[in-house]
């Protein structure tokens, strides 16, 4: 800006000045040829008076290299001339000043040399005989005169142009000076010139506007940043580059990445074929789909093109956690196929020794151990359609009643129902504790009860111990089931709790359990929010202990 000041300040003087010197030029040119046409006539005046009382004897008396004066006879013809002789020179009578003379009285004309560098000023004079006396006079022209004064005038120029230069810096820098003092971020704080008062206003409205949209911006990406960091599900971000444009703390654990990424290509942290392919896809056709496996666990990946404007502006990413779901279906086609097991073992018992039987082939002595053993298959049928029909309440999570339960209670009842059991296999049960009040569903923290009991006096060995314990803390309610049985491997300790597992399978049958009772258990712990483990040696007991929060 100081620049465009300095040669428009600079261009301008340089103008004036070269129009100054023109026009002072011309004016004193014409002012000074006009005085000295209004000379020549007083001297032509004066030389008429003169000739018209002597003749041609004044004429002759006359010596002047500047004036030039000649006498045309009424034809034309030159009579006399001071710069020239008669006898050579031609006819004046067309001559401009001559004619005008002729016919008015009076004649001026002015001619310039072939070289444009002179003119001659001509003033013509009728005399009382009809003759007509002209003088003239050279001059330079107004071009000679500049080119004369060309020394002076470029001095002048030059001292103008530096003169105005200096000024022009000057005036530049002043005027540039407190512009470069604007404090921008507080327009209008600013005492800079009057003129600037209206910008300085629209710059303040304009940061006020501009502060408002990044405020509105930051919360709405602060919001976006909250939404997507609390999400479980991957989510990133890529523009039409491939380039990652947002990804959230779910996907940086997925890749394993530590550093920010964003800016680099999305390549470079996922390259397996089924990515690109599906990339490629959803490129073509908006959206891509495909399941795979990272870290362990079963993904489900969404990748979905952004349009905007009739053109693509990027993808999304979005990948789910199904591994719960995969293993939920897993676990729902063995359970099928185990159920369908489980059912089809006591119905062909039933079947086959029903069949026997109506057939005539079974004895009459032995058709007492054919009917205990339907009702025995009859009643393993029921327990097995029983312990089906609880898991699958459990698996809906359906709403249950709840109320305060008494664990020791509740325990001193499965100790009186088992008794008969307990009896049977020579195991003594034992129950000790506090009262343990919880909030809960009693039917289901009964079947806790129950099955643990249940399965310490099963797996017992004749002669054994069930001991029940119920123990309170500030905080929870503690249910422990031990018992000096056969024990369980540590191998199995994790599976127990899978639906049908069974360590001894020989045992089992024989025990009439259904492999459901411990699934049972392990899933009306977790819709009470407790936890349950496990500690156990072959040959020296079980320990089972469930710890719920106390009300």
């Known amino acids: 800006m100081t620049s465009k000041i300095f040669k428009s300040i600079v261009s301008v003087a340089v103008a004036a000045i070269t129009a100054c010197l023109v026009i002072i030029t011309g004016v004193l040119y014409s002012y ?89 000023i001509y003033e013509a004079v009728l005399l009382d005989d009809g003759s007509v006396l002209r003088i003239s006079v050279s001059r330079a022209t107004a071009v000679v005169l500049i080119w004369g004064m060309a ?57 006020q506007e501009i502060k408002h949209q990044m405020l509105t911006l930051k919360q709405k990406q602060d919001e ?8 479980k599900e991957v989510l990133i971000l890529l523009d039409n580059n491939g380039r990652i444009i947002s990804i959230n703390p779910a996907a940086k654990r997925l890749y394993e990445v530590q550093k920010d990424c964003t800016g680099d290509d999305f390549f470079t942290i996922d390259r397996k074929q089924d990515m690109r392919l599906a990339i490629n896809e959803a490129n ?30 990027g993808l999304v990413v979005l990948a789910f ?50 009917v205990k053993t339907i009702r025995r298959e009859a009643t393993r049928l029921v327990s097995l359609i029983d312990d089906i029909i609880r898991l699958s309440q459990l698996d809906e999570g359906a709403e249950m009643q709840t109320e305060d339960v008494s664990l020791k209670v509740v325990a001193e009842e499965v100790k009186e129902t ?14 000790s504790g506090d009262d343990g009040l919880i909030k809960g569903v009693r039917r ?5 009860v129950y099955n643990l009991c249940d399965n310490a006096i099963k797996y017992n060995k004749s002669g054994g111990w069930v001991k029940i314990a119920v123990e309170e803390t500030d905080n929870n309610v503690k249910l422990s089931v031990s018992d000096n049985g056969m024990g369980i491997p540590a191998e199995h300790h994790e599976k127990i709790f899978e639906r049908f597992y069974r360590v001894d399978k020989s045992h089992s049958k024989q025990s009439g359990g259904t492999g ?36």
Do not use: C
Request: glycine share 6%; aromatic share 6%; proline share 2%.
């Open 32 to 120: 000074f040829g006009n005085l000295q046409q209004t000379q020549l006539k007083d001297e032509l005046s004066l030389a008429a008076n003169a000739v018209e009382q002597m003749g041609e004897g004044y004429l002759e008396t006359l010596d002047s290299d500047r004036y030039r004066l000649t006498w045309v006879d009424t034809d034309g013809t030159v009579i006399f001339d001071s710069h020239a002789d008669v006898a050579s020179m031609e006819n004046h009578k067309n001559r401009e000043e001559i004619a005008q003379a002729f016919k008015h009285g009076f004649g001026s004309s002015i001619r310039h040399s072939t070289t444009l560098t002179e003119e001659t």
């Open 151 to 207: 020394q002076p005038i470029a001095l002048v120029l030059v001292i103008a142009i530096a003169l105005s230069a200096w000024l022009a810096r000057s005036m530049a820098m002043r005027i540039v000076e407190p512009m470069n003092k604007l404090n921008l971020e507080k327009p209008l704080e600013n005492e800079a010139y009057e003129e600037l008062s209206p910008l300085l206003r629209r710059i303040h409205a304009q940061h």
């Open 224 to 231: 976006f940043d909250q939404i997507t960091g609390n999400m």
């Open 284 to 313: 073509e056709k908006g959206n891509a789909y495909f399941h795979t496996k990272k870290n362990g666990r079963d993904y489900q990946f969404d990748v979905s093109r952004i349009d905007s404007d009739g053109k693509m502006r």
């Open 321 to 370: 956690d199904v591994t719960e779901q995969v293993n939920a279906e897993k676990h729902r086609r063995e359970f099928t196929a185990n159920v369908s097991h489980e059912l089809k073992t006591p119905l062909q018992t039933i079947i086959g020794s029903a069949e026997l039987m109506e057939i005539g082939i079974v004895k009459e002595e032995d058709m007492p151990r054919f």
């Open 418 to 431: 088992l008794s008969d059991a307990a009896k049977l296999k020579g195991v003594q049960v034992e129950l």
């Open 444 to 448: 289901l923290l009964y079947e806790v």
């Open 516 to 551: 459901l009772g411990l699934s049972i258990v392990k899933h009306a712990v977790q819709y009470h929010h407790g936890k349950i483990s496990i500690e156990s040696q072959p040959d020296v007991g079980t320990t089972i202990s469930v710890v719920f929060d106390k009300v």
